[in-house]
């Protein structure tokens, strides 16, 4: 069975501070996708990142980082010196195989920026 | 374009109506999917088309039946809805529907059942 834990369900940090947001899969699927979304207020689920089971380099792209460690299962997400703009609800998502259509969500970390 | 359209943002029914929501997309992909989401949860997969055929159905009631007149538009058509099926709804596209893909979201219709 495939599962993604995201055990925060809130978060709280004052403007600038640095954040990182945790997630956790499962699966026995040796070939598997992860997924980083983010869903303002607004409702539209934005896509942040995505990453195969084959490649474990960490990422950055701007203020984010994602750290993918597969011997912990973890793909955690990281947003340094956060902005109010971050202010979101942030979903990992799993899929897997070849042919799935399905995206496996977490149950997502409300992140709230305070200024 | 890389956005998912969807209309109307807001709808407002009773039980005994009959509406229609909305989705287009015009970035070419073949797969197009529905999702419901209640409020602190994550989104639910209702219905999957992969080149305008209904590939999967997750065990939806047939009060939303789907519709994909063709590659851009997919529709959801709701009837006899209950007011627990207030939620919003999320329409979302991938070039493919494979799992390395990502699928683009729409900003949703926000439904609610009197």
């Known amino acids: 069975a495939q599962k993604v834990t995201q055990a925060q369900t809130e978060i709280s940090v004052v403007e600038k501070e640095d954040v990182t947001l945790d997630c956790v899969y499962e699966?026995?699927?040796?070939?598997?996708?992860l997924f980083w979304y983010k869903q303002p207020p607004s409702g539209e689920l934005v896509f942040l990142i995505r990453r195969n089971s084959f490649d474990e380099q960490n990422e950055i792209s701007g203020r984010y980082s994602w750290n993918f460690q597969k011997s912990t299962s973890s793909f955690n997400f990281t947003i340094t010196a956060s902005q109010v703009v971050d202010s979101a609800v942030y979903f990992c998502?799993?899929?897997?195989?070849?042919?799935?259509?399905?995206?496996?969500f977490g149950s997502g970390t409300r992140l709230l920026v305070r200024p | 374009d890389t956005e998912v359209t969807q209309t109307p943002k807001h709808l407002v029914m009773g039980m005994t109506n009959k509406k229609s929501l909305k989705c287009e997309q015009h970035m070419g992909h073949r797969a197009m999917y529905w999702y419901k989401q209640k409020a602190k949860k994550p989104p639910e997969l209702m219905f999957v088309y992969s080149y305008e055929k209904l590939s999967i159905n997750e065990s939806v009631p047939s009060r939303f039946s789907p519709e994909c007149p063709n590659s851009s538009l997919l529709n959801l058509h709701l009837h006899a809805l209950q007011p627990e099926d207030s939620a919003l709804y999320l329409c979302?596209?991938?070039?493919?529907?494979?799992?390395?893909?990502?699928?683009?979201f729409g900003p949703g219709t926000r439904l609610t059942v009197l």
């Open positions: 979302a596209s991938s070039p493919e529907g494979n799992s390395y893909n990502e699928q683009f």
């Open positions: 699966t026995r699927d040796t070939t598997y996708y």
């Open positions: 998502a799993l899929s897997v195989g070849d042919s799935s259509y399905k995206l496996i």
